[in-house]
């Protein structure tokens, strides 16, 4: 769906009777000039556009999600969350605002996985469910949480409908990148 801008001598799409350039025109500037950071912060007052994972997450222990949201300049804030259902929880997330629609839409293929429509509550529930099971385990998210937390707004209660670890006991697959000594020394174990 490609949304495109009002007519600026047109009554504003809001509903206010006022003309757009005179409405919301001055808003979607400030979003449009808003630094990524700002608007991140604000996430959880613009609308779900896209909630999407991959296919097979819960056999594969690895899930990724894609989670966008609408501004309202007719661009998207979106995030990119790695995780790791077995152990480590959120693994790796990233942000980006301001996003076009032709870029939105070709974000999720680069995923190299097929992807299917998810709920955004049940998104929620993976993400803040897999870093409370690895908190337990003294894992904390990737650095990049401190931003797309917002995304998932997680000061607000989710309902935890997914099981983690193997058996609710951490299982660690050592990927290329990982450091083993680092994952002993961490690891708590009940």
Same mark, same amino acid.
Not at 65 to 77: E, T, V, W
Not at 135 to 141: C, N
């Given at each position: 769906?490609?949304?495109?801008?009002p007519d600026p001598y047109r009554p504003c799409p809001c509903?206010?009777?006022?003309?757009?350039?005179?409405?919301?025109?001055?808003?979607?500037?400030? *979003?449009?000039?808003?630094? !990524?950071?700002?608007? *991140?912060?604000?996430?959880?007052?613009?609308?779900?556009?896209?909630? *999407?994972?991959?296919?097979?997450?819960?056999?594969?222990?690895m899930a990724n999600i894609f989670i966008a949201r609408q501004?309202? $300049?007719?661009?998207?804030?979106?995030?990119?969350?790695? *995780?790791?259902?077995?152990?480590?929880?959120?693994?790796?997330?990233?942000? $980006?605002?301001?996003? !076009?629609?032709?870029?939105? #839409?070709?974000?999720?293929?680069?995923?190299?996985? !097929?992807?299917?429509?998810?709920?955004?509550? #049940?998104?929620?529930?993976?993400?803040?469910?897999?870093?409370?099971?690895?908190?337990?385990?003294?894992?904390?998210?990737?650095? $990049?949480?401190?931003?797309?937390?917002?995304?998932?707004?997680? #000061?607000?209660?989710?309902? !935890?409908?997914?099981?983690?670890?193997?058996?609710?006991?951490?299982?660690?697959?050592?990927?290329?990148?990982?450091?083993?000594? $680092?994952?002993?020394?961490?690891?708590?174990?009940?």
């Amino acid at each position: 769906m490609t949304l495109s801008k009002p007519d600026p001598y047109r009554p504003c799409p809001c509903g206010s009777g006022r003309k757009y350039k005179f409405c919301c025109h001055a808003k979607q500037q400030l *979003v449009s000039n808003a630094h !990524p950071l700002a608007l *991140v912060k604000e996430a959880a007052h613009y609308p779900i556009s896209q909630c *999407v994972i991959n296919q097979h997450w819960q056999q594969g222990g690895m899930a990724n999600i894609f989670i966008a949201r609408q501004l309202p $300049n007719a661009k998207f804030l979106f995030a990119g969350y790695l *995780v790791d259902l077995l152990c480590l929880g959120v693994k790796d997330t990233f942000f $980006n605002a301001n996003v !076009p629609q032709a870029e939105l #839409d070709a974000m999720p293929a680069r995923f190299g996985m !097929p992807i299917e429509p998810i709920d955004f509550e #049940d998104a929620r529930s993976i993400i803040l469910g897999s870093i409370e099971f690895a908190d337990q385990h003294g894992f904390v998210p990737h650095a $990049n949480w401190q931003q797309t937390q917002y995304l998932v707004e997680p #000061d607000r209660p989710f309902e !935890p409908k997914f099981t983690f670890g193997k058996h609710g006991k951490p299982l660690f697959i050592v990927g290329p990148d990982d450091d083993i000594t $680092n994952f002993k020394s961490r690891l708590k174990l009940k």
